[in-house]
């Protein structure tokens, strides 16, 4: 069996303070299948690029997008997996244009999108727990979502916030999906 190819996708701005452990959190993932993660830097004036680019093993440049600086690496084996990295160079555009620059740079190598903010991390199985929610409903599965936990900085405080089954009547009075959700390609392209 084929497993669908990931991409988790963290919009980063001025985040530096967060950015490793967001990055070192999908290096981390127990997924199986293929996974990419792209980073998309956007206008950055902090040290972001510099913790970006310790992820980027062997760089090479993609000079096939115009108007894009496209830094990425294969990594086989070891720490990283069978993982691709791409690190992009945004103007200042803000996170969702951020994110849509991601996409549209990967919309024809990926199959599910995993959304991931620079200050964020997730646990170690969430890619394949929510694949294979994905699998389990077929090509009717557009997005996945589910709780999250938010940890206070100062007291480390564990908050579990909790997310309500998806219902179409909820979605127009109130948006019940959040930002830390997998979207497939299907969804993206419709």
């Known amino acids: 069996m084929n497993l669908p190819e990931v991409t988790i996708l963290i919009a980063n701005y001025n985040d530096e303070d967060y950015l490793d452990i967001a990055i070192e959190s999908a290096v981390n993932q127990d997924y199986p299948g293929p996974l990419n993660i792209c980073i998309v830097d956007d206008g950055s004036t902090d040290r972001s690029w510099d913790i970006i680019e310790t992820y980027i093993r062997n760089p090479a440049k993609d000079t096939t997008e115009n108007n894009l600086d496209v ?98 009547k909820r979605l127009t009075q109130e948006c019940i999906v959040h930002s830390g959700s997998l979207i497939s390609k299907e969804a993206l392209e419709e």
């Open 71 to 168: 830094t990425f690496s294969q990594h086989s084996g070891g720490r990283f997996g069978n993982t691709k990295i791409y690190a992009i160079k945004n103007e200042n555009s803000g996170p969702s244009e951020a994110r849509n620059v991601g996409i549209r740079y990967l919309i024809e190598k990926t199959d599910i999108f995993a959304i991931l903010d620079s200050d964020d991390e997730m646990y170690e199985n969430k890619v394949s727990t929510c694949v294979a929610v994905f699998g389990e409903g077929g090509s009717a599965v557009g997005v996945v979502y589910g709780d999250y936990d938010t940890v206070h900085t100062s007291t480390g405080k564990i908050i579990r916030e909790y997310k309500e089954p998806y219902s179409r």
